[in-house]
Every structure is written in structure tokens, then in C-alpha cells.
């Protein structure tokens, strides 16, 4: 049973920093490619971050050089550090993994750049 629990959200002040954190279980993590993707009231879900299990990483436009994805395969967690925070950055934000054609959610953690 595959499950992915997203943690780190919260409100924080635009110019702020946030890490966020998504645990998965039931996969051969170091196997998968691993993204986070954020959904905004109103908005489609969107590709914020991507990264392979080689660890090459892929970012949107609206994220590059403020956001990092990393991956721990010891503890089968996947990581967005995200750095000077913009009120646009609010959103829900989700990590996925594709296994076998599938994809598979967290049930997302809430974002708020807020002064």
C-alpha cells in the first residue's frame, strides 16, 4: 500500500523560508522519481519541482532559484526547501510519485505567504 504524508506547511511572511517534508511507504523510493506539485484556490494543480532517482531535478519558471528539491533515500523522504516566499506561493501543496502508469497523492500540506 503505497502512501505518501506530506508535513512542513504553515503561514509564514513573504521573504520567509519553509521546508516541507513527504514520508512515503510501500515503494522502493531510491526507484522513483519524485515531484511536488501545488494547487491554489481557483487554480489547476500544478509541477512545482521534480526530481529523478538519480537525483536531477527539474523546476517550474515561477520557483526557479528560490526553491530546492532534494531526496533522502535512507529515509525514504523527499524535501522542498523553499526560500524567499511570495504571497503567489499560497497554495496546497502535494507530493507525488507515478508507480507503474499510477500516480499516487499526499493528501497535501497548506501554504500561506501572508504579511
Known amino acids: 500500500q503505497v502512501q505518501l504524508v506530506e508535513s512542513g506547511g504553515g503561514l509564514v511572511q513573504p521573504g520567509g523560508s519553509l521546508r516541507l517534508s513527504c514520508a512515503t511507504t510501500g515503494i522502493i523510493f531510491r526507484l522513483n522519481a519524485m515531484g511536488w506539485y501545488r494547487q491554489a484556490p481557483g487554480k489547476q494543480r500544478e509541477l512545482v519541482a521534480f526530481i529523478t532517482r538519480l537525483g536531477s531535478t527539474n523546476y517550474a519558471d515561477s520557483v526557479k532559484d528560490r526553491f530546492t528539491i532534494s531526496r533522502d533515500n535512507a529515509k525514504n523522504t523527499v524535501y522542498l526547501q523553499m526560500n524567499s516566499l511570495k504571497p503567489e506561493d499560497t497554495a496546497v501543496y502535494y507530493c507525488?510519485?507515478?508507480?507503474?502508469?499510477?500516480?499516487?497523492w499526499g493528501q497535501g500540506t497548506q501554504v500561506i505567504v501572508s504579511s
Open positions: 507525488n510519485v507515478r508507480v507503474v502508469s499510477k500516480d499516487y
